[in-house]
């Protein structure tokens, strides 16, 4: 029903490896505070390999699948789940292309990322997604 309320959503970030090695965490925490999302939960981790299948899963076909699992493991990651309206969309608009070369400035992605592989951060890309991907890395 619909009350005229702010409808909250939630979405997933991960802090990937290549990020995580060059100590840019806060940075990137920042950047995600400084536009209103909340934090709802926060974990660093290792993926495992079986994980970041599951998580992939969608790209399996892809001639970038192994090297990306292989990235995905090689070192930590931190996840951070986060609330906000819109929090998906929003959020897919903070980090950018998933090539920096495209992505507008101002995005994470257009900061931080290396190139289209090691781009530094991940955004859920649906509502279903989102809590797909919640329910993998938090359980
Ligand atoms: P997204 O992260 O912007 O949603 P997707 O197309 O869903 O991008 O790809 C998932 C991840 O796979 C990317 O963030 C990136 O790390 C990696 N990836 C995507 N395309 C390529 C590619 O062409 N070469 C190597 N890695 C890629
Ligand atoms: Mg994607």
Do not use: C
């Not at 530094?120 to 890309?125: N, T």
């Amino acid at each position: 029903m619909d009350r005229g309320e702010i409808t909250m959503e939630r979405t997933l970030a991960l802090i990937k490896p290549d990020a995580t090695e060059r100590n840019i965490i806060g940075d990137i925490i920042s950047m995600i505070e400084n536009k209103k999302f909340k934090i709802t939960r926060l974990r660093s981790m290792m993926l495992t390999e079986s994980k970041a299948r599951q998580f992939y899963d969608v790209h399996s076909s892809k001639p970038f699948y192994n090297a990306l699992i292989e990235y995905m493991t090689s070192g930590m990651i931190v996840a951070v789940e986060l609330e906000k309206d819109n929090a998906v969309k929003d959020f897919r608009e903070l980090i950018g292309d998933t090539n920096p070369v495209n992505a507008k400035d101002g995005t994470i992605r257009s900061k931080y990322a290396i190139n289209q592989s090691s781009n530094s951060i991940h955004g859920s890309d649906s509502n279903e997604n989102a809590i797909k991907e919640i329910n993998l890395i938090f359980n």
